[in-house]
């Protein structure tokens, strides 16, 4: 793992195989306690009155640069029950139930808070992504309350992104890219994650007009061992670049993996190796160590004392 200059804080319960007392998978044994007994969406609509939902942050690095160049922005639930919960917990009933919306809107104030405070103390290019399902990102009313949003805080609107998380199901490919068409034409950045998993890849490459790429980390698993996985990553970094596409490789969890994708021009860097996810507090010590630059060191990143879990 990295050694960030200032030791930023490390959250560290996001991973699949991550679990601390406080933290856990989700799993069908959770089922009765939370969803049949409590009632989960009702539990999540207290929750979100009650403040029990947090962020934390995952960074992202310019190949050949050594400072942060954006975070992703994910969610977690401060359970009173079963503890800290990891987006697999709930996210899937979010996405169907009629507190979408609230949590989309949750999500996109807070993005919009985090750019703001950045700018105030000059770390305007940063950028911040958020994770949309296909039925919010085709909300009607998503691209004025973006453009809202954005002109009251005076932001540029390319410093936030949205990533494109769910499958998309072809019959529904004409109406998500007017969908995507109208958030882009807000100055907002799209992002299709998880490209080169599954076989529809380059199919949703061809038909959605997308700015970002985020590689799926699966393809980095062999690398750099095996020379026909390198293969395949290079291929879809120049595929993507040779149509205007920004590229994230997602997934680096391994020196070897990073000093590899170091190799790669133009791409942004995500991975374990490179951070797990970290508090606000892991964010602005980051930020606040030469502008979030970092040594290429071993080493795990210990705790701060000024992280909230």
């Known amino acids: 793992m990295i050694d960030w200059k200032l030791r930023s804080s490390g959250m560290g319960f996001m991973g699949r195989e991550f679990e601390t007392a406080n933290s856990r998978q989700f799993n069908m044994d959770m089922i009765p306690k939370t969803a049949n007994s409590y009632g989960i969406v009702g539990d999540m609509e207290r929750g979100l009155t009650r403040g029990e939902f947090l962020f934390v942050y995952q960074p992202r690095l310019r190949s050949g640069e050594t400072k942060i160049s954006g975070f992703d922005v994910l969610m977690r639930w401060r359970h009173p029950v079963d503890g800290l919960l990891e987006p697999s917990a709930f996210i899937s009933v ?47 009313d998503l691209p004025a309350k973006l453009r809202a949003l954005l002109i009251e805080r005076q932001l ?14 072809p019959a529904k490919l004409d109406f998500l890219e007017d969908a995507i068409n109208a958030v882009r034409a807000t100055g907002v950045k799209v992002a299709l994650d998880n ?63 990073y000093r590899w ?14 951070s797990k996810p970290i508090s606000l507090a892991g964010v602005d010590e980051l930020l606040a160590s030469s502008a979030g630059e970092f040594l290429d060191a071993g080493g795990s990143v210990p705790p701060s004392s000024t992280d909230p879990l």
Request: hydrophobic fraction near 40%; charged fraction near 20%; charge should be negative.
């Open 261 to 274: 994708a170091r190799t790669l021009p133009g791409i942004e860097c995500q991975g374990y190796y490179i």
């Open 156 to 169: 540029p609107a390319d410093r936030l992104q949205i990533e494109l998380t769910d499958v998309v199901e």
């Open 195 to 257: 490209f080169g998993a599954g076989f529809t890849s380059l199919t949703l490459l061809h038909q959605l007009s997308v700015d970002i790429l985020k590689i799926d980390g699966s393809l980095l698993r062999n690398v750099p061992q095996h020379a026909e996985s390198r293969c395949i990553l290079e291929t879809l970094v120049r595929l993507g670049q040779r149509m205007g596409k920004q590229l994230v490789l997602q997934g680096i969890e391994t020196e070897y993996q």
């Open 94 to 140: 979010v996405d169907n139930s009629r507190l979408a919306g609230n949590f989309t809107d949750l999500l996109l104030a807070h993005a919009i808070d985090m750019l703001s405070a950045w700018k105030a103390k000059g770390h305007d290019r940063l950028t911040l992504a958020v994770h949309l399902s296909v039925p919010e990102l085709s909300r009607l």
